[in-house]
């Protein structure tokens, strides 16, 4: 995200990253790893439960799909450190409008599985015209 930030501002888009966890961990996250991002923390997983995000299981840590995500990353040297919250809880991403009307959704199988971001606004470019053009 911190990457595409530019393209993200001017989608109109503002990014706010929500986690499990006290506020210090969502300062420590936001200062070193994405200082564009607002990121906010709740330690409480009812947002979570709100957007339908679930949590998975021992399975999915050890799935193809999920290693092959975890050795991905790891190649472009990210690193999982110290964690706090739900440690299965999946990752969702979500484009939620003004109106709180959500227009996209992506619902993560495994920890690694987010979104290719680009295809994201491209998806919300399309949405954008489609919904200046009614």
């Known amino acids: 995200m911190e990457l595409q930030k530019e393209e993200i501002k001017a989608a109109g888009l503002r990014v706010v990253a929500v986690g499990l966890g006290q506020p210090k961990h969502a300062r420590q996250f936001g200062g070193k790893l994405a200082p564009s991002v607002t990121c906010i923390t709740n330690e409480s997983p009812e947002i979570y439960d709100t957007y339908g995000v ?11 799909d999920a290693i092959k995500a ?3 990353a790891a190649s472009k040297g990210f690193t999982q450190g110290s964690s706090t919250g739900d440690q299965l809880r999946l990752a969702g991403t979500f484009i939620i409008d003004t109106d709180g009307i959500v227009r996209y959704a992506h619902y993560g199988k495994h920890a690694g599985d987010h979104p290719d971001l680009t295809a994201v606004l491209d998806a919300w470019k399309k949405e954008t015209v489609l919904t200046e053009k009614v």
Not at 54 to 64: E, W
């Open 54 to 64: 679930g949590r998975g299981n021992m399975l999915r840590l050890v799935a193809p």
């Open 70 to 72: 975890g050795a991905r």
